[in-house]
């Protein structure tokens, strides 16, 4: 019988491997909404609090629970009348999401004309049916460690490349981005046999690992571009803070070309090459990063917790962790400007780029490409069809760049 799964806390390498038609919905003590297990939850379409502290007692096992992912609430052993309440919430939530289906096959483009991509975040294979039936236009983030945390060891390249090739064939041609190794920090996995760290979000993560430890970065690269073969592939490096690390990569890309061609294995000779920008150093230095990439995917879960020195995974800074902060949308915007003039597209695949509060803000800022939550795609959608961008960036823009009282 499905269940709502209480815990102290879900690591990444634990949720992933959850058979999701079990669970109704997630409930931990720690964790945060911009934790793995959170933006997990979202890609499966399971309704999840995280980080309820101490309020979670051992006699609620097996008691009846309604858990409001709306308002954040739990509900223990409701009366008629709260559980009647909650029911026709559902209904109507439920009645929404048909209406948001008339959007379906419709384009993503301002009343006044300007278009942005809509495409989906995910973090397996298994999650492309459920981006498909939300109408994504492609992939602008797979997040491929969650293939290695289901792995026991290292995926070979042969595992790898099905895994990659199954996406771009389902794909049918759309584009789709796939993020090199981003493991560190809460995505811990225990064959890499990592020292433990003082600050793992400041640590040996990411393309740090891929640059120190280049057989496993060659490995995921050969599988990725015998994969290009399939669709229409970009690769990205995540957590980027220099020009010389992006060199760096690209050389590896080269090598692995130049493997593949002496193989006489086939790879595709259109494929992107991007960066995350989720550091505040590549933001700073986004002009001359612009030169030696194909487009940016600003990773704003990252940005906020490196730019406001806050943890993300820490629920109790409260009102400090603000992703609407005007430094991280300043960043954002200095990104956007030197990505265009330098003929590079740039997208946001942080959590933020699903936030409707924002999305008259990412439409002024010329903002190319949000990737988010297949579930996210149609509400966007209909956000940027009620948005008339030359109505409000004016004064959006002012505010963003003007005197300091403005925001
Ligand atoms: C981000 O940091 O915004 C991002 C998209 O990557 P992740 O959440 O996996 O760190
Ligand atoms: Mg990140």
Redesign the pocket.
């Known amino acids: 019988m499905p269940v709502i799964l209480a815990a102290d806390d879900l690591a990444p390498s634990e949720t992933v491997q959850l058979d999701k038609s079990k669970i109704l919905g997630f409930i931990t003590e720690g964790g945060s909404g911009?934790s793995?297990t959170a933006?997990l939850a979202r890609t499966m379409g399971i309704p999840a609090i995280i980080g309820v502290g101490d309020q979670l007692k051992p006699e609620y096992e097996g008691r009846e629970v309604i858990v409001d992912g709306g308002t954040g609430n739990v509900v223990v052993d409701a009366d008629e009348a709260t559980k009647a309440r909650l029911m026709a919430k559902r209904e109507e939530l439920l009645k929404r999401q048909k209406l948001l289906e008339q959007l379906k096959g419709k384009e993503n483009i301002t009343r006044d004309g300007q278009k942005i991509k809509v495409f989906c975040?995910i973090g397996n294979p298994e999650d492309v049916p459920v981006v498909l039936s939300n109408d994504g236009g492609g992939i602008g983030?797979f997040?491929s460690e969650f293939l290695y945390l289901n792995c026991s060891d290292y995926p070979t390249e042969d595992y790898q490349f099905e895994a990659y090739k199954k996406v771009l064939s389902d794909m049918d041609g759309r584009e789709v981005v796939i993020r090199t190794l981003?493991i560190g920090a809460d995505k811990q996995i225990d064959y890499f046999d990592m020292p433990k760290e003082e600050n793992p979000a400041l640590g040996n993560r990411a393309l740090r690992i891929c640059l120190n430890r280049p057989e496993i970065f060659k490995t995921q690269l050969r599988a990725l571009y015998r994969a290009s073969a399939f669709g229409k592939l970009g690769i990205m490096f995540?957590m980027v803070t220099s020009v010389w690390e992006v060199k760096e990569a690209r050389k590896m890309c080269e090598l692995v070309k130049k493997e593949l061609t002496e193989e006489g294995k086939p790879f595709a000779d259109d494929v992107q090459i991007g960066i995350?920008i989720?550091t505040p150093a590549a933001a700073v230095m986004s002009d001359r990063l612009a030169k030696l990439v194909d487009f940016f995917s600003c990773?704003?879960?990252?940005?906020t917790q490196y730019t406001l020195a806050c943890d993300r995974q820490n629920n109790d800074l409260g009102r400090f962790f603000n992703p609407h902060h005007p430094a991280v949308l300043r960043l954002l915007k200095m990104v956007c400007d030197n990505a265009h003039r330098n003929g590079v597209w740039v997208g946001i695949?942080?959590?933020l780029g699903a936030d409707l509060e924002l999305t008259e803000t990412f439409l002024s800022i010329g903002i190319d490409e949000l990737s988010v939550s297949p579930r996210s795609v149609l509400p966007l959608r209909q956000k940027i069809l009620e948005t008339t961008v030359s109505d409000v960036k004016e004064k959006i823009l002012a505010d963003l760049l003007g005197d300091e009282n403005a925001l």
């Open positions: 911009s793995h933006i975040n983030l997040r981003d995540p995350m989720e990773g704003t879960n990252d940005l695949c942080g959590e």
